[in-house]
């Protein structure tokens, strides 16, 4: 099977490496080590290494050496009111590799009229134009009709697509009905991809909209106001996580030993919603995203203290952002304000400054938070997500003391407002190699738009399936093979369902007969009309003896 992009791009010529004298960091070991790269890929890792003369050499001493940080949520072309976000596929790539991110995973989102795979051929054509660091695509299911079941399953078997997103949310644009959820998700069980849900109520967000916008209360804190705090408790990967009611329902489901995934976001591990009050509109604006973030200051703590654990597993940035004006679009109404936030550059550095800087978890966990997990979740481990000999050579040489503080007069981004202004982070990349070749060095990018290559992905990825298959092998339902029975029985009458007919008798030849015993628990009564004993002839008068039932002493039938 292959998954060929639709245009030849010229690729540069990937830099032949040596790294010398880091400390090596997978999600399960760390060592000191020498790594060599050519062609793309790590050639060597050891001591002593025989490389060619002349090549460039990196001195990681005193540094680690991480594989590429995945970045498994953005949208960088997600359309709103026939808007684009202001970061394309170029410029949120190159804000990826600055901040140590070398490959993302998009969401594909169709359009109103237009079907799933027409829309991931327009996201491939832009991002095989754009994307500066490799690349694969979600795609959402915003609708279902008669041929998404096709659509879903060619998009698996001929474009490595191995994951979909539904929407529990936006009523009347996507929110999918029960049923329609409970179709995708056995589609795409069978197809052996990965489900994923956006968990909010969809009418009660709809209700409390015109409830709030009736009150008069315009601005960005309506958009926390309406959206109260759902628990997602599904057994599919949940993407968004961003208050402590859902992250605690995904940790309680996985204890319980439910296959259930959760991915905390960029804005809710670093910031939290008290800024949607603010009193400058243009900021509480940037801050608008749904889910929304939460105002408890506390939840960002948690959430961190729930990855650390491992009842979280990946981090994702939901990176769709825009400008301003742009968001000026809602300025007398919050529903119309496009939702989205930055932190597809700053996603690396906040987990490290809120995980690693803050005792919660050691260097092997971040690994597996910001690469390893993603790649087994979305199967295309060890390919990334590790630093081993045949990988791509994707790697970031990252100081662990060095210190930045997030700003927007710094930041790799096309928009006015940065989440995380002011936030100082221990923790950061000061070389970035993607594909072999060197894209950040002593703060300076070196990127090309168009190098980006789309990575195909295969179904039934271990990580997510294989407790699935041993379940099912467990859950199979199997009858126990077993001679007839040839014994005494006695006859009975058979209640038969309400409407169903007469009772039906039933006896083995052979068997001791016994006297029928009227079944008190059926009543002869019908809504028809016509009643079980109506072939039974009348008689004019009838002096009832009893209540029907017997007498309240009657303790026996004999």
Not at 157 to 182: E, I
Not at 225 to 234: D, F, I, K, R, V
């Amino acid at each position: 099977m292959s998954f060929q992009g639709k245009k030849s791009i010229p690729r540069l010529t990937s830099d032949r490496l040596l790294v010398r004298g880091g400390r090596i960091v997978n999600d399960d070991q760390s060592f000191y080590a020498d790594l060599y790269v050519e062609d793309g890929l790590i050639k060597q890792i050891g001591e002593n290494l025989i490389v060619p003369g002349g090549i460039k050499t990196i001195d990681a001493h005193g540094l680690m050496v991480l594989p590429g940080g995945v970045d498994v949520h953005t949208r960088l072309q997600m359309p709103v009111l026939g808007m684009t976000p202001a970061d394309d596929f170029c410029q949120g790539t190159k804000a990826a590799l600055a901040g140590g991110t070398t490959m993302i995973l998009d969401h594909v989102f169709p359009d109103t009229g237009v079907s799933l795979l027409a829309a991931y051929e327009q996201w491939r054509e832009r991002a095989d134009r754009g994307a500066c660091c490799d690349y694969s695509l979600h795609v959402d299911v915003p609708r279902w009709h008669e041929s998404t079941r096709e659509e879903l399953e060619a998009l698996v078997k001929d474009k490595g697509v191995n994951s979909f997103l539904v929407f529990m949310a936006y009523k009347d644009r996507c929110q999918c009905t029960d049923g329609q959820m409970y179709e995708i998700f056995s589609v795409i069980r069978d197809l052996g991809a990965v489900a994923q849900v956006h968990a909010e109520n969809g009418d009660i967000v709809d209700e409390e909209q015109k409830r709030l916008l009736a009150l008069g209360i315009t601005g960005p804190e309506g958009h926390v106001l309406s959206h109260p705090e759902e628990q997602a408790n599904c057994p599919l990967y949940v993407t968004k996580v961003m208050s402590k009611a859902a992250a605690d329902v995904i940790a309680q489901a996985k204890r319980r030993g439910v296959v259930v995934l959760g991915e905390p976001i960029t804005a809710s591990l670093g910031t939290d919603g008290s800024h949607y009050w603010s009193k400058n509109w243009a900021k509480a604006a940037a801050f608008v995203t749904s889910p929304p973030l939460s105002p408890d200051p506390s939840t960002a703590d948690h959430l961190a203290s729930l990855l650390a654990s491992g009842d979280l597993q990946v981090t994702g940035s939901a990176h769709c952002t825009f400008t301003t004006a742009q968001k000026a679009v809602g300025r007398d109404n919050f529903t119309l304000i496009p939702e989205g936030t930055n932190g597809v550059e700053e996603r690396m550095s906040v987990v490290w400054e809120k995980c690693v800087a803050s005792g919660k978890m050691d260097e092997n966990e971040f690994v597996a938070v910001t690469s390893t997990n993603a790649a087994k979740i979305f199967n295309f481990y060890p390919r990334k997500g590790r630093v081993a000999v045949g990988a791509d050579a994707d790697l970031v040489i990252w100081n662990p003391k060095a210190t930045k503080i997030i700003s927007a007069q710094s930041h790799n981004l096309n928009v006015e407002y940065n989440v995380f202004e002011g936030v100082e982070c221990r923790g950061a990349p000061v070389v970035v190699i993607s594909q072999g070749r060197v894209v950040l060095e002593d703060g300076a990018l070196f990127v090309t738009p168009g190098t980006g290559r789309f990575i195909p992905r295969k179904t039934f990825p271990d990580f997510v399936y294989k407790r699935i298959k041993a379940r099912n092998r467990l859950a199979e339902i199997h009858g126990v093979p077993r001679g007839l029975y040839d014994g005494l029985a006695h006859e009975v009458l058979v209640p038969t369902k309400p409407g169903g007919g007469v009772q039906a008798r039933v006896s083995c030849p052979g068997k001791i007969s016994v006297p029928p015993v009227r079944n008190l628990h059926q009543s002869g009564f019908s809504l028809s009309g016509s009643q079980a004993d109506d072939h039974v002839a009348r008689r004019t008068a009838q002096k009832i003896m009893a209540p029907p039932g017997g007498r309240s002493n009657i303790t026996s039938l004999s």
